[in-house]
């Protein structure tokens, strides 16, 4: 029950021939529904006709089979979901972005954030270039657009821009006939792509995108990595490749992506089922049962419970009409929402020792409250433990973690914590874990919101603050303030 | 993933003094909302002002903070989630009912289905009575009004009412300084009361709205029992308890109750752990991992693999944004949405000796799907197991079962079946297991929907007629049809 | 700009044969749309099978094409628009009401208002019945039910039911194969049928929707008659006819119908013009101009500038996007509201003496806001004229006239009025010439609402509270209140 | 009942102190919604921080309270009311425009269209620039941010602007600390500012808006004038004044402003009035009545009956719920569509020879409806005169006059489209008249719709094919089709 959100999901389709590629987007997006219910967006593109259509909301809602058919038939498509803090964003930052422009449309979706953003912005703006959203993907289409009127094509054009953002960005971009997909040389945030029985192919942020529309995972791009898919076959561009050391997310695999997906060759379900396998080896407990939170500490409680053959069982039930638009009126709200949210199985608790496991820890805020269900349940003991190691820094890539004034572990021992919480033992994974996880030899992760080892240079100053104005909630930036949302 | 819907929850708070009750029935009917997603409802009594709103859609779409505070403060309510078949009801059949008279105010909930309905309508409609809905809640009104005016108390009427009253009947009556709940005797349906540390009475369908509301359960209504709460204290009158043999619905412990929730002092949760040991006692199959289906398969899975050994594993992904509103547009659509629904965990399944547990087999449609997606992954070998009976016969006591044309069991052979659904074996729950779930002696259970024992006499060839004119989709239906639905 | 709201329309339709009913219903009734805008709604009728939809909102509002398209086609339908005052009434109050019975489905809907309704409701109640609505209409179909049941066909039973309703009453009533009209013997509120080139027949409140609808004018029906439309024919029934004196309301020509309706053979336009004849010989004013109050004041300022020899002018360019869900925010709200909707046209008025026509004075909360709109843009002189008599009695045959405190002419002199409004002089149509302006001998109005001359019994004191509990919005009710409103 | 459509109101507020500057322009924009009915939009500046609000619909559907609360208070805000073909435009290009930019925010609001936006667009395009709509506003916003950043004040950037900018154009413009009106040099469109007791400004495209609330009209902004509103008062710049000849559209005056405004000291009733007496002079016919076709036809039908001497009279009943969202279902859908929306009242034609003034005969689809609904009614001979001259030219300053294809007078002479149309006669208003509607020397107007006599250069071959491709319904603009409109 993380208070992480991640930030976006990117989708690319092209297919052989003119096809319902919105319906197939829409599965798709579906499927990453779990990073971002912001907003939800898709471009169909036919034959170089555009039609797009986005909103605030999440893609069911954004999208009916009217809205669909208006979108009409494609031989390619991009869509997008997008996270975005209470209140902000809104409907105007919606992706994907579409560019109507005299050398071709360009259409863009964007994962992940750059840390030189503030820069490339002021430079654009000093320009008397206009900026209609506060989306890094903004500032992505004005670079490649400026490399376009340069050149002669748009992959060139996104070669080029290549070498001026800086930071996380897994990128979906379509042209009139081409449809690209970018990871930048870090390689931070996932992007995969697959092929379907028809010869469709499907870029997608997570394989779990394409198990929902039917199609067979091909390989992740590289990081770095540019590939080009049009009629004529998919190109391969690797000069970005190598540039830079790869860190991937550990979080990643922690807590965002869906267990059914495979990144990197391996299943997020097993590399949650080995955090509980680890947890194990660190902290044997004399325990009756081992629980997980549901829903994503539950791989977690699994592996721990194969580990250290402690029983697994079920210890809450999850109301599953619970949803992004519940309400929780009345003046004790919220505790009530996480009470109505989960209910412990009293007859699987009481007399118990239990070991409880969450995918992390933020602020802390429903940990306590989960840890006292148990104890009102008739739990007689209750050790905590996080699936992730305990979080001390902001990350700039993309995911959306708390500032440290919120993150409990900047302040707090694991004893006082775990007296906050009123929990018998707290224990979080260890860091030297984080990189095990995949079976790899412990490389190739980044974990800066852990331990602070920042892959990248650090936004400067003015670019930290910019950081912030970009991304607090806009109805509380001071310069900027619109309603344009959709909510009433 | 039954294809079965249960028809009704009901509701009922008693404060000590006036309180924010709308709030609180707001958060036990959501707890309640897997008993009907039609229609929700909530009445607040204010000293004898009655307060309502009541309409089609989800507990969370109906209620928002605005309507909640528009109900005002109480110190009684009731309330009701309704389920009822596509098209049909709408939003003039949602309850509470409320009947504005001369005698007081009175506003009725109620779960069950009678078997004499279309006698007491007739009887009315030919004094000339009007009635707006084609529910049976209204008959009951009616029924009680008659005799209201003939006597001095609401709950002297109630009384009289029961003795015509055949059939199936959990029901919350609340007058201007009374709140009743009364069972039919044979005890179909479930009802129980808790209180809560502030002195309210929550009366509710399942103690899992007791929880929602941190309430303690206190017991179950008896069969035939009527309780009146009023400001006095809580009188019981077992005048009809023992008049029928108690025949409690067996399917509510298999499938329609919250697992959560505990019903004659058994935890649901355990009860179809025990169906899974029961079948794994039945059907001792050499395999690799069990498997349930999301999420009322889980729990008999879960007793299989302790019982038989078999290691229990996660075999599917739920997609947690499928919702009541899911659309599934494209040629492929209904495919498609087991396919969005569920994603197999690849990694768990792959080349392995499955056993899969449903908790039951209607129509089969989708279980085709399910075992079809575990082939996909790789699974070596598929074994289907149901933790409920084969279906044969029509419920007439508020369960919405299809009719015998579409219930898979009444047309093939185990063998069949299994063949159809492409599995290597298939196995049921045996009949003589089900009264044994909850640990008794087999007695005290209503199994009619697996072996055609109607405990009651059945409704007459008119009765039925008028049963199926009442339960079919209105719009379906050729003497009246409305549309006043909220669907769009 | 009259601060009077006429309770409702009425409509039925007898068509040759199957066809596109529930269009021209729509058509009708949207002519009708003056007479209520408080809900609509429409039943057709195929051959028995009654489709019905009715909601809260303008008929444009509850009605769009596939909601339409949903009601069918179909030999007959009936329709009605409703007033109801603010927050009152809502959905669960729409008409017509659809009544499912044993002895046929039934149909009605009603304007006017009963004298002695608290009487038959309290009757009803006392044998059971239960009541939905706090209607008059559902009182009316319970009668009609009752004597349906002790009898052989629908029109005895309307009959029957004559001879128990008291009061006003314009009824269309609709059973599986007829379509009846009914008017109260004393013909208080209109109600006329034309016919259409394919033979169909349309029953409405007023002639302008037989003109929307291509269908000619035959008559009215008369105080008393019920018609019974057939395959067969038309039936004819006087049974009721002459019972009574016809006292025919004065102010459905002075403000309620449409200036393009035609009642009892006179044009409504022309008994304005007429009003304004009569003040222009009953004051004799020396002015440069006058301008009637849009739009309602027009016909007479123009009858009276004919009459008078002074020049009619327009005066005030009315804002014609002022529609009913029009919101005034701000703290100035109401007095802007005035402003926003009539903007004087300066170059019209500047430096003129103005003869200012209104339909009528209830409150005068508007009246003064005017009269200083035209000051404001340079009037010397402003004379208010009302083309109807001063209002000091409440109406209880379906015109919704403020309670007395609220009547401006029960507490104030003519003088009074006119310095409380800053007007030179004030003068209302004198009360005798009321029953001139349609050429008759002076006879045949009801002018209750200006003499007190109750046509009928007065209702009895508990009839009046009665009448005031359920003509009182029913949010202010204390006995009842609900929320079922549409409103957001 | 003309069918051009005007394209935009624009309005600006500078407010002495922080107050409720929102509900005002929502009142100004209310009066000015005749002028666009296809999007509404407000942004208030509260000491430099914008919030802002547009959407598709009208202001009252656009904006609630609760929307206008959210806005907040300010010192100063701007308004637009934008008209667009149907389908096209929808939200996204809904005005003002917003610039969120380092040199500081700019809000612009635009009535008209430039001449040269093709060229400005290509150069821009080719720069790098991005477009997120197909307006000229956002040309303009570009234009002058390219200035902006090159200068030292806002002022001087509009300035610079302005010779960039071909066409037509009534531009709002507010940056932080200053309100911005300007004209261009032909003066095309109309604009003029007024204030309030409270020393308010309120910028309007025309003056009754200001009386919308309550402030009094100064005077019209000069061809080719800017004000410049700022604490320290009020700068008047007329640098670009006297650059260009005057050029007023002439159609303003005829059909566009409400006839309440007062445009160059000329009230536009007035001048209506005037164009029935030149009808009068031109035509001399004997007939019974006047009638106009309400609403716009009144005012000439009023003027050529005192110019006449033949009684003036009311012809037809126009239904006043009538409005945008008006559904016409049925078959005979279009025809019935007139039918309800005008009656005619049989009383005042039957028998009469009518004369018929309508505003304007564009394509002349309704004109033979209305003529026909005369005759119906008993009309003994029909005589139609426009009050403006025949339409043949496509306009380019803002104005939306159907493709020469669809315009009547392109193709027939005017007895054959009186004998299309089924009147007896017909006459429009001689050409030489328009610029004497005003009293003037028949100098100062722009009549190049009547006559061609475009007074800029015509934009070029590629510049009217961007013009038509921005012009046209984005749904069947092939380069670019989004659907992105709030519509369902």
Redesign the interface.
């Known amino acids: 029950m993380s208070e992480i959100h991640e930030e976006c999901g990117v989708l690319g389709i092209f297919a052989p021939g003119v096809q319902?590629v919105?319906?197939?987007a829409?599965?798709a997006l579906?499927?990453l529904?779990?990073r971002g219910?912001e907003s939800a967006g898709i471009v169909v593109n036919n034959d170089g006709?555009?039609?797009?259509?986005?909103?605030s909301g999440?893609?069911?809602d954004v999208?009916?089979?009217?809205?669909?058919?208006?979108?009409g038939e494609g031989n390619m498509a991009i869509g997008h979901v997008r996270y975005s803090t209470t209140g902000g964003g809104g409907r105007e930052n919606a992706q994907p972005i579409?560019?109507?422009?005299?050398?071709g449309?360009m259409a863009l979706a964007h994962n992940g954030n750059l840390v030189n953003s503030y820069e490339l912005r002021?430079e654009l703006?000093?320009?008397?270039?206009?900026?209609?959203t506060?989306t890094d993907t903004?500032v992505i289409?004005?670079i490649i657009?400026?490399?376009?009127?340069k050149t002669h094509s748009i992959e060139k054009a996104v070669q080029a821009a290549m070498d001026r953002l800086k930071g996380a960005y897994s990128l979906v971009v379509m042209s009139p006939s081409k449809l690209i997909a970018v990871r930048d040389p870090h390689g931070f945030r996932p992007l995969c792509y697959g092929v379907r029985e028809d010869g469709a192919y499907i870029i997608a942020s997570e394989s779990?995108a394409l198990?929902?529309?039917?199609a067979k995972l091909v390989r992740d791009i590289e990081p770095g990595e540019m590939l080009v898919f049009t009629k004529d076959g998919i190109t391969e561009d690797r000069t970005h490749c190598g540039k830079e050391k790869k860190t991937f997310c550990a979080f990643e695999f922690l807590y965002i992506a869906?267990?059914?997906s495979?990144i990197d060759g391996k299943?997020v379900?097993?590399a949650r089922k080995q955090a509980g396998a680890f947890l194990a080896q660190q902290y044997k407990i004399d325990a009756d049962i081992v629980v997980g939170v549901p829903?994503s500490g539950?791989?977690a409680a699994?592996g721990y419970a194969q580990a250290s053959g402690i029983p697994?069982g079920?210890g809450f039930?999850k109301?599953?009409?619970i949803?992004r638009?519940?309400?929780a009126?009345?003046?004790k709200a919220r505790e009530?929402k996480v009470?109505?949210k989960l209910?412990?199985?009293?007859?699987?608790i009481e007399g118990k020792r239990v070991i409880l496991v969450d995918d992390s820890i933020i602020r802390g805020t429903t940990c306590g409250r989960i840890v006292k269900l148990l104890r009102d349940a008739g739990a007689k003991e209750v050790h905590l433990l996080s699936s992730a190691p305990a979080f001390k820094n902001p990350c700039y890539y993309g995911t959306d973690i708390d500032s440290r004034e919120n993150l409990i572990a900047c302040h707090h021992t694991v004893e006082e914590i775990a007296k906050i919480f009123g929990a018998d033992s707290l224990g979080y994974l260890d860091l030297s874990k984080v990189s095990l996880l995949t079976g790899g030899d412990g490389s190739g992760f980044c974990t800066a919101c852990f331990d602070g080892n920042y892959p990248t240079e650090e936004p400067t100053m003015s670019d930290k603050s910019r950081f912030e104005r970009l991304e607090r909630p806009i109805s509380e930036n001071?310069?900027?303030?619109?309603?344009?949302e959709s909510e009433?």
């Not at 999208?63 to 979108?71: G, S, T, V």
């Open positions: 319902d919105a319906s197939t829409y599965y579906f499927a529904q779990h219910q006709v555009f039609r797009s259509y986005k909103d999440l893609v069911n999208f009916n089979a009217r809205r669909l058919e208006k979108l579409v560019v109507n422009h005299l050398k449309n002021s703006e000093n320009e008397g270039s206009i900026f209609h506060t903004e289409s004005y657009t400026k490399e376009r009127v779990c198990d929902a529309v039917g869906r267990p059914d495979v299943s379900h097993e829903d539950l791989d699994f697994y079920i039930i109301n599953k009409y949803g638009t519940f309400i009126p009345g003046q009530d009470r109505i209910n412990v199985l009293r007859s699987a001071p310069k900027f303030q619109s309603q344009n009433e």
